[in-house]
């Protein structure tokens, strides 16, 4: 990977994988190793005497079952990341998910050629990152998230609508939402855009951050409350924790729940050594049904 030191990408979270392939979410790849449009095969069926070219016809097909092989061109993708930095994000856990959910994207999809832009939110869209090469926009969103205002409120709906016209003009191929769809101004229950999402659909991806309290967190001690910037005294005993562990999983699962109904493809992620793998099954999945 010339240019780009492999200590440190990794010291950011990204997991640079065996023979360094990209995690691809969309066709629009440039396989063929050079630049220009390529063709990628999309699928095979049979082939229809009225309708069809004779010269598309797979020469290797059987002539009692004559097939037609479609293809399509392949383009680089543009992808925006949309990167919540709320108050409500502002906790240690979630931020270092957060981080490494966005860098190990901007890695993956820039690895896969495809054109990729961070923009931060809150409110509002606070900061849109875009860069020339892979190097300086990993280490400009580091930069951009290392000082940030705490912004109590969320507004999904207010940060998606600017981006709708550049949507419906192609100019943007895929969003993926990195939040943990938390507004502190709605008493902490999930809220979503849903004409938006069922406007865009397969086009936007949602990624849940979420957490779980482990064995560490017990026992009496401060903790700083981000939304309302302030320290409070809690004590965590293990059924407590246990409570807010499930309390947490229901709203996460409401969330996902709420996401597939609006046909909006969902990962919950809730340590870091699951981002790479949720990622890659995503992948992997919003494949399988485009074929």
């Not at 981080?99 to 901007?106: G, K, N, P, R, Y």
């Not at 709906?157 to 981006?163: F, H, R």
């Not at 003009?169 to 999930?190: P, R």
């Amino acid at each position: 990977m010339p240019g780009l030191d492999r200590r440190h990408i990794e010291e950011k979270g990204v997991i640079l994988p065996i023979k360094k392939l990209a995690i691809s979410f969309l066709p629009g790849r440039h396989q063929l190793g050079r630049a220009g449009d390529g063709m990628r095969f999309l699928r095979s069926r049979p082939y229809e005497p009225l309708e069809d070219n004779p010269r598309h016809i797979d020469k290797f097909s059987p002539k009692h079952a004559l097939t037609v092989n479609e293809f399509e061109h392949e383009t680089q993708a543009e992808v925006l990341i949309l990167a919540d930095v709320s108050a409500s994000m502002a906790y240690p856990a979630k931020t270092k998910i957060r981080d490494a959910v966005v860098q190990q994207l901007i890695y993956s999809l820039w690895r896969a050629g495809d054109r990729v832009r961070v923009a931060l939110f809150a409110d509002d869209v606070i900061e849109e990152i875009h860069k020339a090469n892979l190097r300086t926009e990993m280490d400009e969103y580091n930069h951009a998230v290392s000082n940030l205002p705490l912004r109590p409120h969320t507004n999904i709906e207010k940060v998606l609508e600017p981006y709708l016209a550049q949507y419906n003009k192609g100019k943007i191929s895929l969003i993926i939402l990195v939040s943990d769809f938390i507004d502190s101004g709605t008493a902490k229950e999930s809220f979503l855009p849903v004409t938006l999402l069922r406007h865009m659909q397969g086009d936007l991806v949602s990624v849940v951050v979420t957490f779980n309290l482990g064995e560490e967190s017990q026992g009496v001690g401060k903790v700083w409350d981000p939304e309302r910037n302030r320290e409070r005294i809690i004590m965590l005993s293990r059924k407590r924790r246990s409570q807010i562990n499930q309390a947490e999983q229901t709203r996460v699962d409401q969330v996902c729940r709420a996401m597939r109904d609006t046909s909006v493809d969902s990962i919950a992620i809730a340590e870091q050594r699951q981002i790479y793998p949720q990622l890659v099954n995503l992948a992997r999945t919003r494949e399988h049904r485009r074929l």
